[in-house]
C-alpha cells in the first residue's frame, strides 16, 4: 500500500508549502500528493484553497493575483505550531524538491468551473519539460471537464478520478464517469472507504486510494480492505507502522 504524503508533510509544517516539502522528503516519501492552481499571469503554483483566506489570512484569490503578487504572502500564518513565513510555491520548486526523490506524483488540479482556462495544456507542457516526470505522474481532479480535457489532449496521460461528496448509492455513477475518461486510479474519501466499495471500485480494474488516513487504525483498516495508497498528512507513519507491502 502506497503511503502518499498529502500536501507534505503537512501535520508537520504548514501544508503545501516547501518546508512541508522538504519535511516529507527527509521522513523517506517517496510518493506525494499536492493541489495545482494558475496564477494571474498563467504561473502554476501549489497550494490548495482558491484563495488565501485560510492559509494567509487575506481575501484574495489566486486567479485575480500575479506571481509576484502572490509570493508576498505568508501562507503559514494560519498554522500555529510554525508561523515562520512561506510563500505559495511555483509549481517547479515543488519538484525541484520531491522529484529526486518521487516514485509516484498525484497532480491534483483545481480547476472547479475551468476557473484556469488553459491549465491542462500549461501542465501537460511542464510534465513533459523534464525526463522521466511523465511517466510517474498521475493527475486528478474533482472538476470532471477538467479531467476530460486532459484525456483529450493526452491519451497517453494516467488519470484519477476524484469523487466529490462520493456517497455509496453515487459509486456506480461515478465508476461509469471515471471509466469514460479512461482512468486507472480512482480515489475516495475516507469516510465511504468501507470493504464493499473498495471491492466494487476494484472489481471494476482501478486502482483504489483513500484520503486523509492519518489514524494508525484506518490505515490498517486500509491496507486490510485491499487499497493500494493513503494519502496522509503523517507521512512519518511509513517507518512507525510498517504498513508498506
Ligand atoms: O487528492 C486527494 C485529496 O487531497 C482530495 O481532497 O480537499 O484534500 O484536496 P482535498
Ligand atoms: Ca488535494
Redesign the pocket.
Known sequence: MKIIS?RGASAYAPENTLKAFALAVEMGSHEF?F?VHQTRDGILVVH?DFDLKRTAGKDVRIADLTWAELKKYNVAAHFKRDRAFQHVPRLEEVIDVIGPVSRWL?F?VKNDGNVYPGIEEKLLAFLRSQPGLFEKTIV?SFDHGTLRRFRELSPELKLAY?GHNLSTVLLLPALKKARAVGAVNF?LALRIAFKFNISKIKKAGFRACV??VNEKKDALRMKEIGVDGI?TNHPDILGKWTLKG
Open positions: 498529502h500528493e493541489d490548495h498525484n491534483e486528478s476524484l480515489h484520503y486523509t494519502f
